[in-house]
Antibody, heavy 120, light 107 residues
Framework: QVQLQESGPGLVEPSQTLSLTCTVS??????????WTWIRQPPGKGLEWIGY???????RYNPTLKSRITLSLDTSKRQFYLKLSSVTVADTAVYYC????????????WGQGTLVTVSS | EIVLTQSPATLSVSPGERATLSCRAS??????LAWYQQKPGQAPRLLIY???TRATGIPARFSGSGSGTELTLTISSLQSEDFAVYYC?????????FGQGTKVEIK
């Protein structure tokens, strides 16, 4: 059973760049079957799809965040990455990484999530 | 983008009773819909995909139905571990979107 684990700073200052890493426990990150996805959830609120990275290097982003996001992956390290620039307090959320199946249709499994707070 | 509206926002149910959760889409999602369960402090867990296919290890008391703009998650006999928030999510269009959630609480 593959496992995913997010890591990165829990506190980011406004206008700075949020950077997170998701580590995958097996070699499925090198498989063309999956789409490596980021999803976030502001405290007490619902879920927002951020985007995905694919093993070929391609990616797709939520248009509401597209101008600020960079997604990438490194199959040799079994890791994929999220960078979100020019953050504001509205970007405070639990950030989840997840494995996207069926062309990033449905998500399973998920990482445990990591809370990122934007504050000075 | 496709907007998913879940109802009710909160459902109060006694253990052993049936729960029916609704997900209405602003345009057709065909059967490209998933359901997730989320408990406090935990990541969402996939229950259903393809509108009606149970994910691995999900008990048979969870079932999904519907297509187009009206989809439903049914929990046939609520167990104590089923009290949680449930989200629907569509993957017919980009960006992928989620409903706002239905909280199933103990009556």
């Amino acid at each position: 059973q593959v496992q995913l684990q997010e890591s990165g700073p829990g506190l980011v200052e406004p206008s700075q760049t949020l950077s997170l890493t998701c580590t995958v426990s097996d070699d499925s990150i090198s498989s063309g079957d999956y789409f490596w996805t980021w999803i976030r959830q502001p405290p007490g609120k619902g879920l927002e799809w951020i985007g995905y990275s694919y093993f070929s290097g391609s990616s797709r982003y939520n248009p509401t965040l597209k101008s600020r996001i960079t997604l990438s992956l490194d199959t040799s390290k079994r890791q994929f990455y999220l960078k979100l620039s020019s953050v504001t307090v509205a970007d405070t959320a639990v950030y989840y990484c997840a494995r996207g199946n069926d062309y990033s249709g449905w998500f399973d499994p998920w990482g445990q999530g990591t809370l990122v707070t934007v504050s000075s | 983008e496709i907007v998913l509206t879940q109802s009710p926002a909160t459902l109060s149910v006694s253990p052993g009773e049936r729960a029916t959760l609704s997900c209405r889409a602003s345009q057709s999602v065909s059967t490209y819909l998933a359901w997730y369960q989320q408990k406090p402090g935990q990541a969402p867990r996939l229950l259903i995909y393809g509108a009606s296919t149970r994910a691995t290890g999900i008990p048979a008391r969870f079932s999904g139905s519907g297509s187009g703009t009206e989809l439903t998650l049914t929990i046939s006999s609520l167990q104590s571990e089923d009290f949680a928030v449930y989200y629907c999510q569509q993957y017919n269009n980009w960006p992928r979107t989620f409903g706002q959630g239905t909280k199933v609480e103990i009556k």
